[in-house]
Nanobody, 121 residues
Framework: QVQLVESGGGLVQAGGSLRLSCAAS????????MGWYRQAPGKQRELGAT???????VYADSVKGRFTISRDNAKNTVYLQMNSLMPEDTAVYYC???????????????WGQGTQVTVSS
């Protein structure tokens, strides 16, 4: 069993900051890429940022320069520091992780349950 649990969402005024956390737990041998996605009402889920185990990052253009993704491999945790938040950042934020549960097992992608981020103008 593997679980991803997000925390840190909430309500913030435009221009403010939030830090999201996502911790993976359970039967985990290794974690490759981890990432943050978001889904606004009436829209498809979209990429926010991803990070490899080695720390290589990719950002969506919409968050580049404002959001920073990082991870703590010892804690199986990924973070998303969000600065200069705008109302259009309002969405449910989901983390995911590419996890290998046991040696020689194939990697699978797991998702968290989501955390709401609301930015007021």
């Amino acid at each position: 069993q593997v679980q991803l649990v997000e925390s840190g969402g909430g309500l913030v005024q435009a221009g403010g900051s939030l830090r999201l956390s996502c911790a993976a737990s359970g039967s985990i041998f290794s974690i490759n890429a981890m990432g943050w996605y978001r889904q606004a009402p009436g829209k498809q889920r979209e990429l926010g940022a991803t990070i490899t185990r080695a720390g290589i990052t990719v950002y969506a253009d919409s968050v580049k320069g404002r959001f920073t993704i990082s991870r703590d491999n010892a804690k199986n945790t990924v973070y998303l520091q969000m600065n200069s938040l705008m109302p259009e950042d309002t969405a449910v934020y989901y983390c995911n992780a590419e996890i290998q549960r046991y040696p020689a097992y194939p990697r699978q992608v797991y998702w968290g349950q989501g955390t709401q981020v609301t930015v007021s103008s």
